[in-house]
């Protein structure tokens, strides 16, 4: 009909990928794993079939695609690539931030590890992601011992610290009752102290 809208947009491979793996972290917020399906990320992102095969290869690829958007914030603002991560008390404050937890997030993250074990394109972009968040964490705590004039095993701290991070975030997701983000952050502090100094939170963040 004249003058009537067109059914569909064209967009740039850029933003039509894009929209792919925005749909895609939609599907696993809303319902894990198992709404990661072809016939849902199209529905959501209103994308054809095969253009998850053009843009990724296949499903397995866009959620390794979908892996590396969940970790962008993170790694954004704890490592923003000048080569200068936050100080630790500060990294330690957004680890801890309240704006972090929410069950769409526990549905994702939840989704991913429990499919990193045997999917192998999800292992390698772990292993790219959790390297870079390991040494942004490694780099924050050797500059804060730096500052204190001490000597410390850095990059082993800090796989202990993401472990420790990992369980804390969990147990927040699943029974916030149970436990503050405050008591959360205390405890990483607690297991950092002995090594780096005083790590006082920020105003807003004391338990």
Request: charge should be neutral; charged fraction near 20%; include cysteine.
């Amino acid at each position: 009909m004249t003058g009537s809208a067109p059914r569909y947009r064209r967009y740039t491979s850029e933003v039509r990928a894009k929209m792919l793996v925005e749909a895609g972290l939609t599907c696993l917020a809303q319902g894990g794993i198992r709404a990661f399906t072809v016939d849902n990320i199209c529905k959501v992102s209103g994308a054809s079939r095969g253009l998850i095969t053009h843009h990724f290869g296949s499903k397995d690829q866009l959620l390794a695609e979908v892996y590396a958007a969940a970790y962008q914030p993170l790694l954004a603002v704890i490592g923003p690539g000048d080569g200068a991560p936050l100080p630790l008390p500060q990294l330690l404050d957004h680890l801890f931030s309240p704006a972090n937890y929410s069950r769409e997030s526990l549905n994702v993250w939840l989704a991913i590890w429990g499919e990193v074990a045997t999917n192998p394109a999800l292992q390698a972009e772990h292993r790219a992601l959790y390297s870079r968040y390991r040494a942004t964490v490694s780099a924050a705590i050797a500059a804060q011992a730096r500052a204190e004039s001490r000597i410390v095993a850095a990059d082993e701290l800090a796989i202990s610290v993401i472990a420790l991070v990992d369980g804390l975030w969990l147990e927040l997701c699943i029974s916030p009752e149970t436990l503050s983000p405050d008591r959360a952050r205390q405890a990483c502090a607690r297991l950092l102290e002995p090594f780096v100094g005083p790590l006082p939170a920020a105003q807003g963040h004391e338990g």
